[in-house]
């Protein structure tokens, strides 16, 4: 019996709008823990790391271009010790965002016990901003870039080991909105992308077919980073960042299957649920009937 850890982070400090906070407890009231139990898996739910909050003043002595960066620091910190600690006795950890700004702290606990961590990153961004070329300051636009080792040393050097993975070790499913130094950045490191257009070109089974053989032929061990804003806002609206012409909801769960069918991903985390900004709840439930795929659920 498969023995999986979830770790909570109420995560909201790594972009601007208020909710995402909120995301773990809507994952968890959409059943989150009940649909794995009912796959045969041990759930063993670690509840939520606590965030500190930055007081006024600290906002306002804030020089750099990255925001609450003492509050993000702290926090996957925590996030790495723990994730490290649960891959030791053999968990499979699966992380409950908050926004995706926990990447940082999730690769940097996972990947230490990796030569080679492979990691898919379903996302309508390619989160590969940093400081200097960030429009915004949000940290969770910059998760796959301070992973490779990129922007401030103090994030990318969490846990105490800088790059936690190579960018031929990436595949990006979804992207859609990226920035003119993310375009940069993929040209530059050659990191593999399957935007909305090569989706729409090759169909779903032929780009997660593809995925997971560049990945299965390097890896040896594949982290899921799944961020819901992936999702078409007509099927996950609930998210900070939406982005039309999305993937469908039916797209989605056909690439969670084919990951569970390949019995390649790792450890996983799903982030950016924002039930301030969601539907009765729909986007949380939408992303616990992906785990449900993506951990073996089948029809017959």
């Known amino acids: 019996m498969k023995d999986i850890s979830i770790i909570g982070v109420p995560m909201d400090l790594g972009q601007s709008?208020?909710?995402?906070?909120?995301?773990?407890?809507?994952?968890?009231?959409?059943?989150?823990?009940?649909?794995l139990q009912e796959l045969n898996i041990n759930v063993h739910d670690l509840g939520d790391i606590p965030i500190n909050r930055p007081s006024m003043e600290q906002a306002d002595q804030d020089e750099s271009n990255l925001k609450n960066l003492e509050q993000v620091i702290e926090a996957n910190e925590?996030?790495?010790?723990?994730?490290?600690?649960?891959?030791?006795?053999?968990?499979?950890?699966?992380?409950?965002?908050?926004?995706?700004?926990?990447?940082?702290?999730?690769?940097?606990?996972?990947?230490?016990?990796?030569?080679?961590?492979?990691?898919?990153?379903?996302?309508?961004?390619?989160?590969?901003?940093?400081?200097?070329?960030?429009?915004?300051?949000?940290?969770?636009?910059?998760?796959?870039?301070?992973?490779?080792?990129i922007g401030n040393e103090?994030?990318?050097?969490?846990?105490?080991?800088?790059?936690?993975?190579?960018?031929?070790?990436?595949?990006?499913?979804?992207?859609?909105?990226?920035?003119?130094?993310?375009?940069?950045?993929?040209?530059?490191?050659?990191?593999?992308?399957?935007?909305?257009?090569?989706?729409?070109?090759?169909g779903m089974p032929a780009v997660m077919?593809?995925?997971?053989?560049?990945?299965?032929?390097?890896?040896?061990?594949i982290h899921l980073s799944l961020d819901l804003d992936g999702l078409d806002p007509s099927e996950a609206p609930g998210v900070g960042t939406p982005v039309i012409g999305g993937m469908t909801y039916r797209e989605s769960h056909l690439a969670m299957e084919m990951l569970a069918e390949a019995e390649c991903i790792t450890s996983a985390e799903f982030v950016e649920v924002n039930p301030?900004?969601?539907e009765k709840n729909k986007t949380a439930i939408a992303a616990v009937a992906l785990m449900g795929s993506l951990f073996g659920e089948k029809l017959k």
């Open 17 to 35: 709008r208020r909710g995402v906070d909120m995301g773990p407890s809507a994952l968890r009231y959409a059943g989150a823990i009940e649909k």
């Open 78 to 149: 925590k996030l790495a010790e723990m994730v490290d600690k649960e891959i030791e006795v053999g968990h499979f950890p699966l992380v409950f965002g908050g926004d995706h700004s926990i990447a940082i702290g999730s690769l940097a606990g996972i990947s230490k016990h990796y030569e080679n961590l492979g990691v898919i990153w379903y996302d309508a961004h390619g989160d590969l901003n940093s400081e200097a070329t960030s429009p915004s300051g949000n940290i969770h636009g910059m998760p796959l870039a301070v992973s490779l080792g």
């Open 154 to 202: 103090r994030l990318t050097n969490i846990a105490g080991y800088t790059p936690k993975i190579k960018p031929d070790n990436i595949v990006i499913i979804g992207a859609r909105s990226l920035d003119p130094g993310e375009k940069a950045l993929i040209q530059d490191r050659g990191i593999k992308v399957f935007s909305m257009h090569e989706i729409d070109r090759m």
């Open 209 to 221: 077919e593809e995925a997971i053989q560049y990945l299965k032929k390097k890896a040896d061990g």
């Open 276 to 278: 301030i900004l969601d």
